[in-house]
């Protein structure tokens, strides 16, 4: 498919302004194309606050839900995200399946692509696994999460979120801290908002922080409150229990002093500074409950809200092929 | 039986390269052929001492055999581990008529790194080296007495040059492809963090160590500080961290997840140089054939481990190519070293060495396909890349295979 990579998105047809088969990251979008997923998602906005049942467009679609990895919110936005738009949507958690018993997950994925689904969403605890699964299998894929390396639907949702509260995400100054070694949802983050022209800041202890992060045209920072300065939008990562204590960082009353995130410190950011979040949070330790209820900073309800738009999109944008949508065909 | 070869290129690890008449007598390479000996041509081919592999996981003849190998250096990382003579002996005639196999016992039982295993018993049984295997021995006073034990025995110590600790669950090298792949990764000097410790263990013991492998810059130079020393270390490489770097891993390919890790490109350069100084003592497959149960699966979940035996030749001559080496260096490091090592008498064109030849067509061209391959397994990170070189007859003790 021939591709102009500088033609705005409207001017391209069908097909062709999103050239791609599977969302497996957000690595090798064009700006263009990850702009097209978050437009997509606007119009879903309105109809999801206003409870409109009438678009029923992905109809006779099968969405199988494969979770090898534990999630509520993830699995349950996607799920929510197909049934609006009318999807038979079949959730298969690893718990119950046969991957316990020691199937493959290559066997799997092909089990999956014989019942015919017509898009498949994969959460995995390796990262790669789900590009693994994608080879194998004729329907569309979408990543939600695998091991430390993607999630792509939430680094749409947070710049969704980010372009809705402050108009745009070109030059906007992000701080994203945290565990960065071990977080999927900062790799895809840096890599949307990097692509959008952002300026991105990561910050974590020198134990969190992978090798060669700036290769990905980060800054990294292990001083929470030099890199506060000037921040147009915070985001705060979720920090896993099991690196809690001793493992990573010696407690997280330790942790919570140098990286907490307080109504005190959120000074030191631009006035009106966006805080987010992807969830759960551990609240006291990343955030504090005043910086995270104050919907004056936090978008953190609205993140949420996002992601239901943006899944949708993805499962309506990633099915046109096989739906016969015109243009798309 | 007696058989001339005329015409060749003779690829000598201590005589040189040269023009002229090669002879074997009966199972041995003679002086000078006898009368009514079969006179075969070689005009435009090499002949040298067929390849002797230090450190293979797998028994595989077949990949041998298209590899020019005709002795293998067998990892006591099997099941059940060599640590005991009844496995030792019952390996050591594995392969035979065709590829004879030198078991490397066990240094721990179990290979566990925690008690002596028997050395000198395996060795009557036919060990010809012991190793510590995959993984390095943690505790350091059991380091210690390995090395001890085994120079008392007279046999070589190969040690795996990574600092355990520091690995952990690693599956790469700390760098920008692990970073973007979000891999657990290990920094680089993990490798010479082993290499320092046991380094200095070797010289306080006067052990005979070996590196299976040493991948790293600093690894290097201590191997050189060491040797200038007067320490009885050597070193060995596979040709996978001569020609790749951790970049091949992107699109999580597994069959470039090798053990050690591939490093960055500057370590790679530090290889190449470490080829071309002398530092390198060792060219060896690194052959782990593994099949798609081992390596279809997520990058991190997969075996590490590559298929090397039937591209070792022609990715060696490749480094005779870029100018790195001379042909008869190159065989130093795939036949002679490697046999001085285990303690054969092969690896060389001198009179009254075993005839093990391998007659070579340097520059025939070949493209690199892992499901073309002789041996058990196709994992080769080296797929779909055109090389040069290929063996075209084997001979062991003067017999053609």
Known sequence: ?329 | MSIVFTGATRVCPTGGVTTGDLAVFDDTIAAAGSDGAERIDLSGKLIAPAIVDLGVFGIDVAACKAGGIVRVGLMPDQAPVLDDPGIVARAAHMGKPDLWIHPIAAATRGLAGQDLAEMAINAEAGAAAIATGRRWIADTGVMRKVLAYARDCGLTVIAHAEDGGLAGDAVATAGETATRLGLPAAPAIAEALAIARDVMLAEDTGARLHFRQVTTAAGFDLIRAAKRRGVRVTCGITPAHLYLSDISMSDFRTFAHLSPPLRNESDRQAARAAVADGTIDVLCSGHDPRGPEAKRLPFADSEPGMAGAETLLPLGLGLVRDGLIGLDRLFAMLSANPAKLLGLDTGTLAPGAPADLIVVDRDAPWQVRGDAFAGKAGNTPFDGLPVQGRVLRTMKGGAFL
């Open chain 1, 1 to 329: 498919m021939a591709l102009s990579d500088h033609r705005p998105a409207a001017m391209i047809d069908g097909g062709a302004v999103f050239p791609h088969r599977h969302l497996t990251g957000i690595e090798g979008l064009q700006p263009h194309e990850i702009l097209f997923l978050l437009d997509e998602a606007e119009q879903w906005i309105d109809a999801n606050r206003r409870r409109a049942q009438s678009d029923r467009r992905l109809e006779g679609v099968t969405q199988i839900n494969a979770f090898f990895e534990n999630s509520t919110r993830t699995l349950l936005s996607f799920e929510i995200a197909g049934k609006r738009l009318g999807a038979d949507v079949v959730n298969m958690h690893a718990g119950q399946s046969s991957v316990k018993k020691g199937e493959t997950l290559i066997d799997t994925a092909v089990t999956l692509n014989a019942m015919r689904a017509d898009v498949i969403v994969i959460r995995h605890s390796s990262s790669g696994a789900v590009q693994l699964i994608a080879d194998k299998v004729d329907c569309p894929v979408l990543n939600a999460g695998d091991g430390w390396h993607e999630h792509p639907t939430q680094a749409l949702l947070d710049a969704l979120t980010i372009r809705r509260r402050l108009g745009e995400i070109a030059h906007k100054r992000v701080v994203i801290c945290g565990d960065i070694l071990h977080s999927r949802v900062a790799r895809s983050n840096i890599l949307a908002l990097t692509t959008l022209a952002a300026e991105v800041r990561v910050v974590a202890p020198a134990t969190l922080m992978p090798t060669a992060i700036e290769a990905m045209g980060v800054t990294p920072f292990t001083d929470f409150d030099a890199a506060l300065t000037g921040a147009d939008v915070v985001m705060m990562l979720r920090l896993q229990n099991e690196r809690m204590n001793g493992g990573f960082i010696p407690s997280t009353r330790e942790y919570h002093l140098r990286y907490g995130l307080t109504r005190e410190r959120l000074k030191r950011a631009e006035p009106g500074a966006l805080v987010m979040h992807p969830g759960p949070m551990n609240r006291g330790i990343e955030i504090t409950s005043d910086v995270a209820d104050d919907p004056h900073f936090s978008a953190i309800t609205e993140q949420v809200e996002m992601g239901v738009a943006v899944r949708m999109a993805c499962l309506d944008v990633l099915t046109r092929r096989s739906r016969g949508v015109e243009g798309w065909a």
